[in-house]
Protein backbone atom coordinates (compact mmCIF):
# COMPACT_ATOMS: atom_id res chain seq x y z
CA UNK A 1 0.00 0.00 0.00
CA UNK A 2 1.40 3.30 -0.77
CA UNK A 3 0.91 4.48 2.71
CA UNK A 4 2.08 8.03 1.91
CA UNK A 5 1.29 10.68 4.63
CA UNK A 6 -1.22 8.72 6.31
CA UNK A 7 -1.44 8.82 10.60
CA UNK A 8 -1.45 5.90 12.48
CA UNK A 9 0.80 3.76 10.22
CA UNK A 10 3.19 1.74 12.04
CA UNK A 11 5.87 -0.86 12.29
CA UNK A 12 4.12 -4.46 11.55
CA UNK A 13 6.69 -7.47 13.46
CA UNK A 14 8.58 -7.66 10.59
CA UNK A 15 9.52 -4.17 10.69
CA UNK A 16 10.45 -4.00 13.72
CA UNK A 17 12.83 -7.24 13.24
CA UNK A 18 14.51 -5.30 10.20
CA UNK A 19 14.95 -2.70 12.33
CA UNK A 20 16.69 -4.67 15.00
CA UNK A 21 19.00 -6.25 12.25
CA UNK A 22 19.99 -2.46 11.32
CA UNK A 23 20.58 -2.09 14.59
CA UNK A 24 22.76 -4.80 14.51
CA UNK A 25 24.28 -3.80 11.79
CA UNK A 26 25.22 0.19 12.79
CA UNK A 27 26.33 -1.14 15.99
CA UNK A 28 30.41 -0.96 15.09
CA UNK A 29 29.82 2.57 13.68
CA UNK A 30 29.98 5.97 14.41
CA UNK A 31 27.25 7.76 13.76
CA UNK A 32 27.26 11.54 14.10
CA UNK A 33 24.24 12.87 13.37
CA UNK A 34 20.64 11.50 13.09
CA UNK A 35 17.45 12.64 11.43
CA UNK A 36 13.83 11.16 10.43
CA UNK A 37 11.19 12.13 8.88
CA UNK A 38 8.02 12.63 11.68
CA UNK A 39 5.95 10.06 9.82
CA UNK A 40 5.15 7.13 12.56
CA UNK A 41 6.83 4.32 10.75
CA UNK A 42 10.14 6.14 10.57
CA UNK A 43 10.26 7.53 14.20
CA UNK A 44 9.18 3.48 15.08
CA UNK A 45 12.02 2.44 13.05
CA UNK A 46 14.04 5.32 14.69
CA UNK A 47 13.37 4.17 18.29
CA UNK A 48 14.88 0.73 17.89
CA UNK A 49 17.70 1.00 15.03
CA UNK A 50 18.98 4.47 16.46
CA UNK A 51 18.76 2.92 20.35
CA UNK A 52 20.26 5.82 22.20
CA UNK A 53 20.90 8.34 19.73
CA UNK A 54 18.99 12.03 19.87
CA UNK A 55 17.23 11.66 16.45
CA UNK A 56 16.22 14.94 14.74
CA UNK A 57 13.31 15.85 12.84
CA UNK A 58 12.62 17.05 9.74
CA UNK A 59 9.54 17.31 6.95
CA UNK A 60 11.65 16.91 3.99
CA UNK A 61 12.31 13.60 4.46
CA UNK A 62 9.08 12.11 4.39
CA UNK A 63 7.47 10.06 2.26
CA UNK A 64 5.96 11.46 -1.36
CA UNK A 65 2.96 12.78 -1.07
CA UNK A 66 1.21 10.86 -3.78
CA UNK A 67 -2.12 12.88 -3.07
CA UNK A 68 -5.00 10.99 -4.60
CA UNK A 69 -3.06 7.78 -4.51
CA UNK A 70 -2.60 7.84 -0.74
CA UNK A 71 -3.52 4.51 0.42
CA UNK A 72 -3.75 2.60 -2.84
CA UNK A 73 -2.53 -1.08 -3.28
CA UNK A 74 0.34 -1.02 -5.98
CA UNK A 75 -1.86 -3.39 -7.60
CA UNK A 76 -4.41 -0.32 -7.76
CA UNK A 77 -2.05 2.33 -8.84
CA UNK A 78 -0.83 -0.06 -11.57
CA UNK A 79 -4.18 0.18 -13.51
CA UNK A 80 -3.51 3.80 -14.03
CA UNK A 81 -1.55 5.08 -16.82
CA UNK A 82 0.37 7.05 -14.28
CA UNK A 83 2.16 3.87 -13.21
CA UNK A 84 3.55 3.56 -16.52
CA UNK A 85 5.10 7.11 -16.20
CA UNK A 86 6.30 6.75 -12.73
CA UNK A 87 7.78 3.22 -13.82
CA UNK A 88 9.67 4.56 -17.05
CA UNK A 89 10.23 8.09 -16.86
CA UNK A 90 10.01 9.28 -12.75
CA UNK A 91 11.09 12.87 -13.10
CA UNK A 92 7.52 13.66 -15.44
CA UNK A 93 5.48 12.00 -12.45
CA UNK A 94 3.17 14.41 -10.50
CA UNK A 95 0.91 12.67 -8.21
CA UNK A 96 -2.57 13.60 -8.49
CA UNK A 97 -4.30 16.12 -6.13
CA UNK A 98 -6.80 14.96 -3.52
CA UNK A 99 -8.64 17.06 -1.19
CA UNK A 100 -7.62 15.46 1.63
CA UNK A 101 -3.43 14.91 1.02
CA UNK A 102 -1.29 16.73 -0.60
CA UNK A 103 0.31 16.32 -3.71
CA UNK A 104 3.99 16.26 -5.52
CA UNK A 105 6.15 15.21 -8.26
CA UNK A 106 9.47 12.77 -7.53
CA UNK A 107 11.38 15.22 -8.34
CA UNK A 108 9.74 17.77 -5.41
CA UNK A 109 10.38 15.15 -3.39
CA UNK A 110 14.12 14.16 -4.72
CA UNK A 111 14.41 18.14 -4.10
CA UNK A 112 13.69 19.01 -0.96
CA UNK A 113 15.19 15.99 0.93
CA UNK A 114 18.46 16.80 -1.33
CA UNK A 115 18.02 20.49 -0.19
CA UNK A 116 17.84 19.44 3.29
CA UNK A 117 21.05 17.25 3.18
CA UNK A 118 22.74 20.31 1.86
CA UNK A 119 21.44 22.85 4.34
CA UNK A 120 22.61 20.63 7.09
CA UNK A 121 26.09 20.08 5.60
CA UNK A 122 26.49 23.84 4.97
CA UNK A 123 25.48 24.59 8.61
CA UNK A 124 28.52 22.13 9.56
CA UNK A 125 31.02 23.93 7.39
CA UNK A 126 30.71 21.62 4.65
CA UNK A 127 31.21 24.59 1.47
CA UNK A 128 28.57 24.28 -1.00
CA UNK A 129 28.87 23.13 -4.32
CA UNK A 130 30.39 25.69 -7.05
CA UNK A 131 27.52 25.18 -9.49
CA UNK A 132 24.03 23.06 -9.20
CA UNK A 133 23.86 19.57 -10.72
CA UNK A 134 21.41 18.59 -12.79
CA UNK A 135 19.89 14.74 -12.89
CA UNK A 136 18.33 15.11 -16.27
CA UNK A 137 21.82 15.63 -17.90
CA UNK A 138 23.85 13.12 -15.47
CA UNK A 139 24.37 9.36 -16.61
CA UNK A 140 23.47 7.15 -13.85
CA UNK A 141 26.01 4.35 -13.37
CA UNK A 142 24.20 1.72 -14.57
CA UNK A 143 22.57 4.33 -17.90
CA UNK A 144 26.01 3.40 -20.10
CA UNK A 145 23.34 1.35 -22.39
CA UNK A 146 23.34 4.26 -24.84
CA UNK A 147 19.64 5.64 -25.96
CA UNK A 148 18.34 1.97 -27.74
CA UNK A 149 18.23 -0.47 -24.52
CA UNK A 150 17.03 -3.16 -26.58
CA UNK A 151 20.06 -2.40 -29.57
CA UNK A 152 22.48 -3.39 -25.71
CA UNK A 153 20.41 -6.23 -24.91
CA UNK A 154 20.90 -7.71 -29.02
CA UNK A 155 24.36 -6.76 -28.49
CA UNK A 156 25.03 -8.91 -25.14
CA UNK A 157 22.89 -11.58 -26.99
CA UNK A 158 24.92 -11.54 -29.85
CA UNK A 159 28.21 -11.62 -27.88
CA UNK A 160 26.92 -15.15 -25.94
CA UNK A 161 24.70 -16.20 -28.00
CA UNK A 162 24.89 -19.87 -26.03
CA UNK A 163 23.49 -18.05 -23.20
CA UNK A 164 20.01 -18.10 -22.06
CA UNK A 165 18.15 -14.88 -24.10
CA UNK A 166 15.38 -14.78 -22.09
CA UNK A 167 18.03 -14.20 -18.66
CA UNK A 168 19.77 -11.00 -20.85
CA UNK A 169 16.14 -9.88 -21.97
CA UNK A 170 15.28 -9.21 -18.32
CA UNK A 171 18.73 -8.11 -16.82
CA UNK A 172 19.16 -5.08 -19.19
CA UNK A 173 15.73 -3.54 -18.37
CA UNK A 174 16.22 -4.05 -14.61
CA UNK A 175 19.67 -3.32 -14.23
CA UNK A 176 20.99 -1.47 -16.97
CA UNK A 177 24.20 -1.61 -18.43
CA UNK A 178 24.86 -3.33 -15.08
CA UNK A 179 23.40 -5.99 -16.57
CA UNK A 180 26.89 -6.88 -18.55
CA UNK A 181 28.32 -7.67 -15.40
CA UNK A 182 25.93 -10.17 -14.69
CA UNK A 183 25.69 -11.63 -18.30
CA UNK A 184 29.84 -11.72 -18.42
CA UNK A 185 29.59 -13.58 -14.75
CA UNK A 186 27.38 -16.45 -16.48
CA UNK A 187 29.72 -16.87 -19.47
CA UNK A 188 32.93 -17.14 -16.86
CA UNK A 189 30.68 -19.79 -14.82
CA UNK A 190 27.81 -21.35 -16.29
CA UNK A 191 26.44 -22.22 -12.85
CA UNK A 192 25.68 -18.51 -12.17
CA UNK A 193 23.03 -18.78 -14.79
CA UNK A 194 21.08 -21.49 -12.95
CA UNK A 195 17.44 -20.57 -12.83
CA UNK A 196 15.32 -20.99 -9.65
CA UNK A 197 12.40 -22.42 -11.40
CA UNK A 198 12.28 -23.01 -14.92
CA UNK A 199 9.43 -20.69 -15.49
CA UNK A 200 11.13 -17.88 -14.75
CA UNK A 201 14.65 -15.96 -15.56
CA UNK A 202 15.86 -15.48 -11.94
CA UNK A 203 19.22 -16.67 -11.70
CA UNK A 204 21.92 -17.15 -8.96
CA UNK A 205 23.97 -14.20 -10.98
CA UNK A 206 21.07 -11.28 -10.43
CA UNK A 207 20.47 -12.81 -6.86
CA UNK A 208 24.17 -12.39 -5.88
CA UNK A 209 24.17 -8.61 -7.30
CA UNK A 210 21.13 -8.11 -5.71
CA UNK A 211 23.30 -9.00 -2.34
CA UNK A 212 26.24 -7.19 -3.00
CA UNK A 213 25.33 -3.86 -4.96
CA UNK A 214 21.56 -3.67 -4.03
CA UNK A 215 21.71 -4.21 -0.49
CA UNK A 216 18.86 -7.01 -0.42
CA UNK A 217 19.24 -8.54 2.84
CA UNK A 218 15.84 -11.03 2.94
CA UNK A 219 14.02 -12.97 0.70
CA UNK A 220 11.28 -10.29 0.70
CA UNK A 221 13.47 -7.32 -0.39
CA UNK A 222 14.74 -9.23 -3.35
CA UNK A 223 11.57 -10.78 -4.64
CA UNK A 224 9.43 -7.48 -3.94
CA UNK A 225 11.79 -4.32 -4.14
CA UNK A 226 14.69 -5.39 -6.65
CA UNK A 227 13.04 -8.27 -9.17
CA UNK A 228 9.94 -6.89 -8.64
CA UNK A 229 7.68 -10.20 -9.03
CA UNK A 230 5.76 -9.45 -6.15
CA UNK A 231 4.48 -7.23 -8.79
CA UNK A 232 4.67 -8.20 -12.44
CA UNK A 233 5.10 -12.34 -11.97
CA UNK A 234 1.27 -14.08 -11.68
CA UNK A 235 2.52 -16.35 -9.13
CA UNK A 236 3.95 -13.37 -7.50
CA UNK A 237 7.38 -15.02 -7.26
CA UNK A 238 6.39 -17.72 -4.67
CA UNK A 239 7.72 -20.50 -7.05
CA UNK A 240 11.64 -19.37 -5.83
CA UNK A 241 11.06 -18.19 -2.30
CA UNK A 242 12.28 -21.30 -1.70
CA UNK A 243 15.22 -21.65 -3.73
CA UNK A 244 16.15 -18.16 -3.33
CA UNK A 245 16.00 -17.93 0.64
CA UNK A 246 18.25 -20.74 0.54
CA UNK A 247 20.92 -19.14 -1.64
CA UNK A 248 21.01 -15.96 0.55
CA UNK A 249 21.05 -18.35 3.67
CA UNK A 250 24.04 -19.54 2.22
CA UNK A 251 25.61 -15.90 1.63
CA UNK A 252 24.20 -15.00 4.55
CA UNK A 253 24.91 -17.30 7.18
CA UNK A 254 21.24 -17.83 8.04
CA UNK A 255 20.30 -21.04 9.47
CA UNK A 256 17.82 -23.74 8.56
CA UNK A 257 15.55 -21.89 11.02
CA UNK A 258 15.98 -18.04 9.45
CA UNK A 259 15.87 -19.96 6.08
CA UNK A 260 12.54 -21.48 6.43
CA UNK A 261 10.86 -18.03 8.08
CA UNK A 262 12.40 -15.76 5.39
CA UNK A 263 10.37 -17.90 2.72
CA UNK A 264 7.42 -18.70 4.67
CA UNK A 265 7.50 -14.84 5.21
CA UNK A 266 7.71 -14.08 2.11
CA UNK A 267 4.90 -16.38 0.71
CA UNK A 268 2.63 -14.80 3.15
CA UNK A 269 2.61 -11.43 1.74
CA UNK A 270 2.31 -12.54 -1.58
CA UNK A 271 -1.40 -14.73 0.06
CA UNK A 272 -2.10 -11.87 1.47
CA UNK A 273 -2.04 -9.67 -1.37
CA UNK A 274 -3.41 -11.66 -3.76
CA UNK A 275 -6.25 -12.58 -0.87
CA UNK A 276 -6.90 -8.22 -1.22
CA UNK A 277 -6.90 -8.31 -4.79
CA UNK A 278 -9.69 -11.21 -4.95
CA UNK A 279 -11.67 -9.56 -1.91
CA UNK A 280 -10.89 -6.33 -2.14
CA UNK A 281 -13.15 -2.96 -3.21
CA UNK A 282 -12.12 -3.14 -6.77
CA UNK A 283 -13.46 -6.61 -6.82
CA UNK A 284 -16.41 -5.95 -4.92
CA UNK A 285 -17.54 -4.01 -7.45
CA UNK A 286 -17.20 -5.96 -10.20
CA UNK A 287 -18.87 -8.66 -8.22
CA UNK A 288 -21.85 -6.32 -8.24
Avoid at 142 to 149: F, I, L, M, R
Avoid at 185 to 214: F, K
Avoid at 229 to 255: K, N
Wanted: proline letters at 5%; glycine letters at 8%; hydrophobic letters at 40%.
Amino acid sequence: MLAGWTEGVGLTDTGREQAARVAERLAPLTIARAVSSPLQRCLETASVALTGLDVGLDDRLGECHYGAWTGLSLAEAAKDPLWRVVQDDPGAATFPPDGVFAAESLVQMAERVVDMVAERLQAQGVAAPTRRGSSEAATLGSGDTGPDVDAFAAGLRERWPRLDAAVIDRLVPLYGSHAERMVDAIAADPVLGERYHPSLPVTRAELEYAMREEMALTVTDFLERRSRLLLWDPDMGRSIADGVARAMGEHLGWDASRVHDEAQRYRELAEHLRTFESSGPAAQVANG
